[in-house]
């Protein structure tokens, strides 16, 4: 399994996120507020994305009411931001590539943010498609390794469309076509468990083992970019050793 999506397994287990809940839900009521303005509109039902904005906002505690304003932004109920999506490519420390996806109502800004944290954290802004043949998209549901057995898991992953499903030891990384990620994310749900994270990401076709200083100076600047309020997601084909992930 990549470090990327080790990372974020372990990021969960130490509440990073609740450690940053105003954040946390800065980045969720940006992604409700989209969901909800993209074609299946305002109803959780016939749109998937914003069915997964709205239970990732409850797993997060937040109130109903907000979740509601949110919405009725999205749909024009109520004046709200207009957000744009964008896509950012870079490298880090020893040419490790790193995806970047935001939602900002400020490109100039965002874009101006994001080139700084990579100048200051040993890293450096690309072009578009400098990095991204690296990667596949992909839908990627990591579950916590203790609530069924390999087997058991694997054959429910694939019964609910999943393409493949990877063990690291702790937990469970379930992959599916982009396509088919909220389909097989609800048959997951509606089959009592709770992912530890679900998201659209970019998948490394191959990883970059980093040691020492380089290690660490990825590290802090995987960490900035995620705390960036306008970042909704972070993928990067790097790998550490666990020890270092766990000190992170």
Known sequence: MSGHSKWHTIKHKKGALDAKRGKLFTKLIKEITVAARSGGGGDIITNARLRKAVNDAKAANMPNDTIDRAIKRGTGELDGVNYEEISYEGYGPSGVAV??????????????????????????????????????????????????????????????????????????????????????????????????????????????KLEGAAANQMLKLYDALDDHDDVQNVSSNFEVDDDLLEGA
């Open 99 to 208: 995806m970047i996806n935001v939602l900002t109502d400020n490109r100039n800004r965002t874009v101006s943010e994001i080139r700084h944290i990579f100048s200051k954290n040993g890293g450096n802004l690309g072009e578009s498609g400098s990095v991204a043949w690296m990667f596949n998209k992909k839908g990627q549901i990591i579950v916590e390794g203790a609530v069924k057995g390999e087997d058991e898991m694997l054959e429910l992953a694939l019964e609910a469309g999943a393409e493949d499903m990877v063990n690291d030891g702790e937990s469970f990384q379930i992959l599916t076509a982009p396509d088919d990620f909220h389909v097989v994310l609800d048959g997951i749900r509606k089959a009592g468990i709770e992912p530890l994270s679900a998201e659209l990401t970019m998948v490394p076709q191959n990883t970059v």
